[in-house]
Structure formats: C-alpha cells, structure tokens
C-alpha cells in the first residue's frame, strides 16, 4: 500500500463492543490505525477493516494471534 500502510481485515465482529475490543487490542500495541468502515454497515456479524501504519509490521503475527486465538476473530492482514 502507498506510504508503507496496510490493511486489517477482522471477520466475526458480532456487536459493538466486539468492535471497540478490536481498537483496545490495537490501543495496547501502541498501533496507529484509522478505522475504515465495517461491511455491513448497519447489522451484525461484521467484517471491519483498518488502516496500519507500517510501524505495527513487526508485531503484526502477535495481533493477529491475540485477535484468533484470545478473542474468536478471523483476522488478517490484507496486501
């Protein structure tokens, strides 16, 4: 992606507060993220998609462990 961005994909968001554990386990990886939008928009489950910066490429294996395997999501990072 331009400027050294990348994508995260997360499946099997079921509610909003799904939605807010998503950015608290980035908040906690010190990421700098923009939340890009969630398909659905408007019903639950959703796939939610977020902008990286590429200064969380180092622990990104760790988040999307922490993601699966603590909390149930379908996460990945997207070229």
Known sequence: ????????????????????????????LGAEYEYLGSEPEDSFPQTAYFELSSGLADDAEELLARLAADHGFDAEILD
Do not use: I, S
Not at 2 to 26: H, K
């Open 1 to 28: 992606m331009p400027g050294g961005e990348m994508t995260l994909r997360v499946a099997n968001v079921r509610d909003e507060g799904e939605l807010e554990l998503v950015r608290d386990v980035l908040d906690e």
